[in-house]
């Protein structure tokens, strides 16, 4: 029997649902919106898309919402002052600096700019304070795709608690906090990346299993146990028909779009997944418009705290 599709897009419309009264008791009691500011470095054609889709939502949310752009040649110091305006701006609540940031300003460019925003406005759950709360069980701010996944696995009745959960994946916006998110909900979290050894075997004892990866249909059917829920976190852009025809089959409904368009977008698991997993999340259509969905829920909750 295939998979149970997890609908991220459906859950993600209750949520911003959810947000339509809060959003109006705020703007009443304050006299203004809550506000986000978005930061765009340079002209990087993904995040041009992603940032697209979080200022659209935003704005349909009834968020202020302010993109805010510098040139791919911006110095450090001037993302940070732009940082820094925005921290002190009583506009806004919350603050997102897209990244990938343009290569010239490196990893430890990135930190520092991430160190840089206001803990209270981090809306992306980035910074070390906010980290730190999280591993303390404590936190208000948190990464948007693994707190987003956590929703659409709560509200779809997906048992968390006493299972066997691996995460595959240790990266600071997805791996970790996803597993310290289980952790707290009380599965049993093994952490897994590019040096574990036996991999399909580990996967295979999970009965959820979240893949955070980056390599298009990676997850095969043999890490998955049977009845298993499969979470895919992957968006990986394919422009080789080949490799679309590879994983997809010749009469796919993506290999037509694949024609048509000249690129498809696949996860980081295998559709033949499907037969073997009990639940699985589509790509695209699952975790992707939950992570839009709860940064304007950080958003919100960020403002609804600085109100007191
Ligand atoms: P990342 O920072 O590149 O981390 C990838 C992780 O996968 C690393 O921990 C890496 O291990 C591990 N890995 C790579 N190759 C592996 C292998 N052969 N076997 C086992 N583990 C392996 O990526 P990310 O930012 O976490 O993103 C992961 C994927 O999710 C990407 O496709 C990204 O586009 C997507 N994503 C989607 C959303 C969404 O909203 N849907 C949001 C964020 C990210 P090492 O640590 O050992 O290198």
Redesign the pocket.
């Known amino acids: 029997m295939p998979a149970r599709v997890l609908d991220g897009a459906a859950v993600a419309a209750q949520i911003r649902e959810e947000m339509v009264p809060r959003v109006a008791a705020f703007t009443a009691r304050a006299g203004r919106p809550p506000g986000l500011g978005i930061v765009l470095v340079g002209e990087n054609a993904a995040s041009e898309i992603y940032v697209g889709g979080k200022v659209k939502s935003a704005a349909g949310a009834g968020l202020r919402v302010d993109l805010e752009r510098l040139p791919a040649t911006a110095s450090i110091d001037e993302l940070l002052a732009l940082v820094d305006r925005l921290n002190r701006s009583r506009a806004h609540d919350g603050i997102l600096v897209q990244s990938p940031l343009p290569d010239g300003m490196g990893a430890e460019g990135e930190r520092r700019v991430f160190d840089a925003i206001d803990p209270s406005k981090d809306v992306d759950g980035f910074h070390p304070i906010n980290v730190g709360r999280l591993v303390q069980n404590r936190a208000s701010l948190v990464a948007?795709?693994p707190s987003?996944i956590v929703e659409l696995l709560e509200r779809s009745r997906i048992p968390i608690a006493g299972v066997r959960a691996v995460v595959?994946?240790?990266?600071d916006?997805?791996?970790k906090p996803m597993a310290l998110l289980l952790l707290h909900r009380h599965a049993t979290v093994t952490i897994?990346?590019?040096?574990?050894p036996n991999?399909p075997a580990v996967a295979r004892e999970a009965d959820l299993l979240v893949a955070?990866?980056?390599?298009a249909a990676?997850v095969a059917p043999e890490f998955v146990k049977p009845g298993a829920t499969v979470v895919d976190?992957?968006?990986?852009r394919l422009a080789d028909r080949a490799q679309v025809e590879g994983i997809f089959g010749a009469g796919s409904k993506r290999l037509q779009d694949f024609e048509r368009r000249g690129s498809v977008v696949a996860g980081?698991v295998h559709p033949a997944v499907a037969d073997v997993a009990g639940a699985l999340t589509p790509v695209p259509g699952?975790?992707?418009p939950?992570?839009v969905a709860m940064l304007l829920k950080n958003t919100l909750r960020a403002a609804e705290d600085r109100l007191g």
Request: glycine share 22%; net charge positive.
């Open positions: 948007c795709t987003g595959i994946g240790r990266s916006i997805v791996g897994c990346h590019s040096r574990t991999l955070a990866i980056g390599r990676f976190v992957g968006i990986n980081d699952g975790v992707g939950l992570t």
